[in-house]
């Protein structure tokens, strides 16, 4: 029977491409028992609670186990925090008190209980808190589960495709056993345990597509892009053959592109851009050391603060920042402090109606300033092989990096006088992510070391864009005139000022708009791991010489579509690849 093949599109939430057959996965339904129980009956009921908190634990502690090995213990952490609930005495007495007095069922207790932790992250305005919902949710089912006696059913057939309303994290690595070819949901987003889960298992994944597990059924062939975030159900023969070749072509081209890792970053013509990437987890850092041997440009210290909850100690941090600048070195890591707020957690319960506009990067910083000093204490400690630099970010005022670094002498003095050794030259730096920061660059310059461009929020604050709001996402222009001006002005106001000048916003990480940066003057591009060699390549294939005139020409257009015409004319006739 010929079936009308339908495309889906949802999320990218995993790079990859995977054709296959589908599992339907669905979890079954958890009935309460909300009956009131006899005084005879309590007993029976702890027991059954006890041994189901038990079993659930040791379920939690495989599953734990397996993570680690498949994806590494910092990614599996959403593992450690769901067994600290588990082992929360002052939680689990609560529950028993409860049965005792109230004479009701433990399931219906500890599912109320459970419930209220995850009301209050449901209502967080927050989306990494929001995503942590399904985390509560998924230790609520497994301990009622377990009282139950119900079986878990995680076995699927070899090399499938799951599809499935929602998976929890243990899904994720416990289905990861069968070899899975690729993860779709109805719900989540890109911060969800299951899309992160995938990505450092290298599984395609695309997510956030509404109610295709209600269209595709088990043993349906289906296609999976998570580079374009599409599904494709019932593919015909032609559309089978084009993603083969497109597999093939992706394998063929990561294979000529890391060729290239090992040659030096420079131009046809000689000129060296540094060229270092973007980190934050252990898989990147295990890239930069095995495969590109380079340094990095930005070292994201925020996601200590969001898997941890709160702050790190200074213990934590120096053990984390030494481990970094100890495995990159010979070459240098700059490390941003905490970028807290905006469209990242904040530090607080307090909401703001405009976060981006908030309490957010240096300002917390200056606000909570033994927690600032507590960090600038774990990077110079961690620093004493001269390789480490800092950065701070959302400087939008020569006031804000004067008392940045002021702080900073004051945690150098105090070091210096409890003979704790560190880097006492160690470069200092700042994000040039603001429209004040621009006009100011030349003042700023002479405060710093080195500048770092954030084109992400440059772009959004410059075009009064939110880079997350999709009724305006098309208005979110990387080729903008004043962005590329602005861009420009900040490089200039750099060599002026002797200092050097990167960027690790996503425009280093986009082919089109890496070469142009490299016309105008960067002297670094920061780069994401999955795009650096790409990025290498096009550095070796320019002639600087060209491209900087050809920057100089961009410069004088008035609107974006000009811009880009030019440009993609230029790319397809210079570079080609």
């Known amino acids: 029977m010929n079936r009308k093949e339908i495309t889906y599109h949802g999320i990218p939430a995993s790079p990859g491409i995977s054709i296959g057959h589908a599992y339907l996965y669905t979890r079954n339904q958890i009935k309460i028992n909300a009956e009131v129980i006899s005084d005879g009956e309590v007993e029976k009921e702890l027991d059954e609670f006890k041994k189901a908190i038990e079993f659930s634990v040791k379920e939690l502690n495989k599953i734990y186990a397996l993570s680690k090995e498949r994806i590494g213990e910092k990614k599996s952490q959403i593992f450690d925090a769901q067994l600290e609930i588990l082992n929360d005495k002052y939680f689990l007495e609560s529950v028993i008190k409860r049965i005792i007095n109230e004479k009701r069922t433990a399931g219906y207790v500890f599912d109320d209980e459970i419930s209220k932790l995850g009301k209050i992250l449901l209502a967080a305005d927050d989306e990494y808190m929001k995503e942590r919902f399904s985390d509560i949710n998924d230790v609520k089912n497994r301990v009622i589960r377990n009282m139950k006696r119900e079986k878990l059913v995680s076995k699927v057939e070899e090399n499938s495709i799951i ?14 056993k069968r070899k899975v ?15 992160i889960i995938s990505r450092a298992l290298r599984v395609p994944a695309v997510v956030g597509m509404k109610v295709v597990s209600q269209s595709i059924t088990s043993g349906e062939l289906i296609i999976i892009d998570g580079y374009e975030g599409i599904v494709i159900q019932h593919p015909k023969n032609d559309t089978i053959e084009k993603y083969v070749a497109k597999l093939e072509d992706y394998k063929r081209y990561e294979q000529k592109l890391f060729e290239v890792i090992e040659l030096p970053s420079e131009t046809v013509d000689g000129k060296k851009i540094e060229l270092t990437a973007n980190i934050e987890f252990d898989e990147e850092i295990d890239f930069v050391t095995t495969y590109a041997h380079c340094g990095v440009g930005l070292y994201r210290t925020e996601h200590l603060f969001i898997e941890k909850g709160d702050f790190p100690s200074e213990k934590e941090q120096i053990e984390e920042y030494s481990h970094i600048a100890n495995v990159t070195h010979p070459n240098s890591v700059t490390i941003r402090t905490y970028d807290i707020g905006g469209d990242k957690l904040l530090p607080s319960s307090q909401k703001e109606q405009n976060p981006f506009l908030g309490w957010r990067g240096i300002r917390i910083c200056l606000d909570r300033i033994e927690i600032f000093k507590e960090q600038l204490r774990a990077i110079l400690i961690s620093s004493t092989k001269k390789n480490v630099k800092i950065m701070f970010p959302m400087i939008s005022s020569l006031e804000e990096i004067k008392d940045a670094r002021k702080i900073l002498k004051d945690v150098k003095k105090e070091l210096s006088e409890a003979k704790i050794p560190f880097d006492k030259h160690i470069p200092v730096g700042m994000m040039v992510e603001v429209p004040s920061a621009v006009l100011l660059a030349e003042e700023l310059a002479k405060e710093v070391d080195f500048f770092s461009i954030g084109t992400n929020d440059l772009i959004q604050y410059m075009l009064a864009v939110d880079r997350g709001n999709e009724l305006i996402s098309s208005l979110y222009r990387e080729f903008h005139p004043a962005v590329l001006r602005a861009i420009n002005k900040i490089i200039s106001a750099a060599h002026k000022n002797e200092i050097k000048v990167s960027v690790c916003g996503e425009m280093a990480s986009n082919p089109l708009a890496s070469a142009v940066l490299i016309g105008l003057g960067v002297d670094e ?18 002639n600087f010489k060209e491209i900087k005139a050809f920057s100089k020409e961009l410069l004088a257009l008035h609107t974006e579509q000009e811009i880009k015409m030019k440009l993609n004319l230029f ?7």
């Open 163 to 176: 599809i499935a309303h929602e998976l929890t994290p243990a899904d994720t690595i416990l289905f990861s």
């Open 181 to 195: 070819q690729g993860y779709i949901t109805d719900v989540g987003g890109i911060t969800s345990h299951a899309a």
């Open 525 to 542: 591009l920061s780069v994401s791991p999955n795009i650096f060699p790409k990025i290498k390549q096009i550095i070796r294939t320019v």
């Open 571 to 577: 790319y397809k006739e210079k570079i080609g690849i």
